[in-house]
RNA sequence: GCCGGUGUGAUGGAAUUGGUAGACGUAGUGGACUCAAAAUCCACCGCUGUGAAAGGCGUGCCGGUUCGAGUCCGGCCACCGGCACCA
């Protein structure tokens, strides 16, 4: 009997100050060993420290590098703060404190905390998005785009939070408000740097086919890019202009009955002295302008608009006159900003037309309803009519008959269009990277050459945004005024900063060589750790960080910086967890746990195992603290057979099955994400250990199976059993247990059997057995035998080893 | 409206992908140990039924395929997430 208790908080900081000491976890950037790098999101540092949300896919991913490592791959688990960003500056403001010295506290302390679970980072190629030899780089990469024509500056309706005093990004107003704080967006004319990423909007969708995506995330971010194949059509205008216009069922042309433009259009003041009642469209232009996007959208339930009078155009197929309108359901933003309406087969012309009495053509038969009720939308059923040489083809034939004549006859021609916007990349905030930007009276903008990067942040006395809508940086008079590049006079320094996102675009470069000072990363780390092999975050970022970095990391690529076109190899994602009630955690709920708490109270080993046996790693979650102590109890279980087990180092016979199975499941289970199952079946290998007794030998897989998962405990007991002193070092380096697959079947197996297809009772056989077999002990039952009397067995299905079932009928 | 996802005991959740529904855990019940409690160990634990059995019912609802359906097909309902006047 060896007798120690299980005080887990002194083996805990024992095994966390030894791993940092000993290093078991460093990566090589030099080995024989195949390489695995394994990605978590690098949390924000935000001054509550860390929530119960971060170690659910931080274990996760630790659990699979700790395997990967005792599997023999040269392992990268790299740590990082993305720490750039606007609560630390909020906090700064009203704390009179510098972001820089907020943002090394909350480091600090999310650094303890990361330690404090015993995660196997690599701590010595840490990096924060905040230090200028770090964010150097993220200028460089800018300077990069600039320079091939992928950032631009424009002056252009923008998201302008209220709240913020700043621009969002179209990914970050939502539902008309500000997704960080909540207040209304609205629309500003601003000019702001902007981002080509439409540039590369049909390579992001391709390259989803050579990537292991979780199928939800392909289809999230394929849907945010959103292709379409139509047609852009000229129509004849009698105002002389032709109006241009897309479609994507140009097969309905026929049946275009009027036509409507945004009332952003650039024609409509153009057209202003042609226009009887000019008054009245400049009017509702007026009145969309002031309208915030929400307004447009939500609020409008009914569609408005105003006729054009004294401008008709001409439908280009069948030479008729027909009116145009202008209406904000039209966007000035995509397409052509004008429309052709085809009433019959759309629902929001068929709405308008509706509204406003204008004909409806029906030109594709087949709706249930006539299409004066109701307007008929399905492409896969309907046949054409009212459409002169089209008539009698599907909708997918008359779509190439159509854009085939149009492009012989010069009346338009086929078109793709993406609804993906280019990224507003222009923030009027102090606590980002400066844009490394300058304006030159003489020579305009001008790129400040790279070998004055980086641009450093300055001090400034205020970091409160002004309302005037530029940056707090636009009033550090010194810093803006400086020399022309190019021509050496008088410019003025860009105060605008970088969004949240640029740092966290190419952080996981970085990592694979962090001290580099001539390069984001060397040619040699590059070449030998790309792609990210597996990485694992939040869904909220699907549209938002995949995606930029995607986009990054393909222009990179394009110039020749990094080897692979896509950055991550795969992809998963985890759920949130909620709190008792299945409610999201929040503080206005009171529901929110504290990860210390726990660690305090059952040790980080509990917490990470509880976090891990909670439920489905990719399903929300509900937390419940009454709950954890089963997992604390099975880690006093395990402690309590190191202590009892006997010295044997054979195993015990009645848990060989047992172990090897657990071996198979547990190794299986960590790469399908199932952790929850995996815990699950070696709680049933303990419950075995208790049941049929145990030795150091059946300890020995269990630990190191353990170890992923509960480190501290695995290393504290390898050591105290003496595998550590025999075979000199830690459980963490040893080799991932192996299973014989023949020893993880048993001798005997319990089939069902099953009457009729309903289960009837069970028996036991040897294993493989055959069918006579099978049903002569089937029949022995006496269940089984009492049903049987006077009846003939007329079918028997046979699933080996699983199940028998006996069809009887009445005997003639 | 469109695109994803989910629905299983008191409860968190399992189920080898068509083969014994409820593994594992929490809560609960009974027992052992203890002066006692906690902790620990052992047993029970879907509903109904009975003295105990037998039997019947049971994976959101209705129908279908099959020897056999939580799993497949058709039609609904509810909830969660994303997108939303993108022509």
Known sequence: MRELKYEFSEIEKKWQAKWLEVKPFAASNQSDKPKFYGLIEFPYPSGEGLHVGHPRPFTAMDIICRKRRMQGYNVLFPIGYDAFGLPTENYAIKNHIHPKIVTHRNIARFRSQLQMLGYSFDWDREIDTTAPDYYKWTQWIFLQLYQKGLAYKATMPVNWCTSCKCVLANEEAVNGVCERCGAPVVRKEKSQWMLKITEYAQRLIDDLDDVDYIERVKIQQRNWIGRSTGAEVNFDTTAGDKLRIYTTRPDTLFGATYMVMSPEHEYLRRWADKLDNWDEVAAYMDAAARKSDFERSELNKEKTGVELKGVRAVNPVNQKEIPIFISDYVLASYGTGAIMAVPAHDTRDWEFATKFRLPIIEVVKGGAKSVQEEAFTDCETGVMTNSEFLNGLSVEDAKSAIVKYMEEQGLGESKVNYKLRDWVFSRQRYWGEPIPMVFCDTCGWVPVPEEQLPVLLPDVESYEPTDTGESPLSKMTDWVATTCPHCGGHARRET?????????????????????????????????????????????????????????????????????????????????????????????????????????????????????????????????????????????????????????????????????????????????????????????????????????????????????????????????????????????????????????????????????????????????????????????????????????????????????????????
């Not at 195992?609 to 954890?628: C, P, Q, R, T, Y």
Request: charged fraction near 25%.
């Open 496 to 812: 605008d900063t970088m969004p949240q996102w640029a740092g966290s675009s190419w952080y996981f470069l970085r990592y694979m060589d962090p001290d580099n000072g001539e390069a984001l990363a060397s040619k040699e780390a590059l070449a030998y750790w790309s792609p990210v092999d597996w990485y694992n975050g939040g869904m909220e970022h699907t549209t938002l960080h995949l995606l930029y970095s995607r986009f990054w990391h393909k222009f990179l690529y394009d110039i020749g910086v990094v080897p692979t076109k896509e950055p991550y190899h795969k992809r998963t994602s985890h759920g949130m967890i909620l709190g008792e009630g299945g409610e999201k955690m929040s503080k206005s709920r009171g529901n929110v746990v504290n990860p210390n708490d726990i660690v305090e109270q059952y040790g980080a080993d509990t917490m990470r195992l509880h976090i891990m046996f909670i439920g489905d790693f990719e399903k929300a979650v509900s937390w419940s603290n009454e709950a954890v102590k089963g997992s604390k109890r099975f880690l006093d279980r395990v402690w309590n057979l190191g202590e009892s087990c006997a010295d044997s180092l054979e195993q015990t016979p009645a848990n060989e099955a047992g172990i090897h199975k657990t071996i198979k499941k547990v190794t299986a289970d960590i790469e399908e994400l199932k952790f929850n199952t995996a815990i699950a079946a070696m709680m049933g290998l303990v419950n075995d250990f208790y049941a049929n007794g145990c030795t150091k030998g059946d300890m020995k897989p269990l630990l190191l199976l353990l170890s992923p998962f509960a480190p501290h405990i695995a290393e504290e007991l390898w050591e105290l059993l003496g595998f550590a002193a025999s075979e000199g070092a830690m459980a963490c380096r040893q080799g991932w247990p192996v299973y014989d697959e023949g020893k993880t079947v048993e001798q005997e197996v319990t089939l069902a059997v099953q009457v009729g297809g309903k289960l009837k009772a069970t028996v036991t056989v040897p294993m493989d057995s055959e069918q006579d077999t099978v049903v002569a002990a089937a029949m022995t039952d006496a269940k089984v035998a009492k049903l049987s009397e006077g009846m003939e067995l007329v079918k028997i299905i046979l699933v080996k080893n699983k199940l028998v079932n006996l069809i009887f009928k009445p005997k003639a």
